[in-house]
Every structure is written in C-alpha cells, then in structure tokens.
C-alpha cells in the first residue's frame, strides 16, 4: 500500500523559511514527475513547484525565486525549500505525482505565515 507523509510546515514570521519532506512508501517513485501541491481554505489545491525524475524543475509565478524543490530518488523523498515566505503562502502543503493520483493523497502538512 502507498502511503505519502509531509512533514516541516509550522508557524513562521513573514521573511521566514520552512523546509517541507515528502516521505514516500509503498512503491518508488524515482520514474515519476513529483510536485507540491497547496490549498487554502475553500479552493482547489494547486501545483505550486514539479520536478521530474532527472531533476528539472518547474514552479508556479507567485513561489518563482523563493522556493526550490528536490528530490533524493533513492531515498524516495522530496523536499521543498521555502524562503521569503509571505502571509498568502499559508495553506496545507502535500505532494503527490504528475498527474496526482487521489490514492496518494496524504494528510499535508501546515503552513502558517504571519505578517
């Protein structure tokens, strides 16, 4: 069985830094495109920062600059470095597969930005 647990969110002043872990179990997912998805109370989760199996990565306009996301496919992790991080970062962080797969969805991990 697959399971997907993100770890690192927390309370952080604007400016701060956070460094979000996905640890993933069940299968390896070194073939696959990764990302970071978010969502804030009330919307769908967006695609906020992939990264494909050899490392190119992808991120959306509003984390361009701030964030960074990486891989370590044979410890079948991925991280997201955030810095600079602003009030409207706040949300629940999960990662999943390009495309997502709702089997992979797991509890996410909260991030609070306060101005």
């Known amino acids: 069985q697959v399971k997907v647990v993100e770890s690192g969110g927390g309370l952080v002043q604007a400016g701060g830094s956070l460094r979000l872990s996905c640890a993933a179990t069940?299968?390896?997912?070194?073939?696959?495109?990764m990302a970071w998805y978010r969502q804030f109370p009330g919307s769908e989760r967006e695609l906020v920062a992939r990264?494909?199996?050899?490392?190119?990565?992808g991120y959306t306009e509003s984390v361009k600059g701030r964030f960074t996301i990486s891989r370590e496919n044979d410890k079948n992790m991925v991280y997201l470095q955030m810095n600079d991080l602003k009030p409207e970062d706040t949300g629940v962080y999960y990662c999943?597969?390009?495309?997502?797969?709702?089997?992979?969805w797991g509890r996410g991990t909260q991030v609070t930005v306060s101005s």
């Open positions: 999943n597969t390009i495309p997502f797969l709702v089997n992979y």
């Open positions: 990264i494909s199996p050899n490392g190119d990565t």
């Open positions: 069940g299968r390896s997912f070194g073939v696959n495109n």
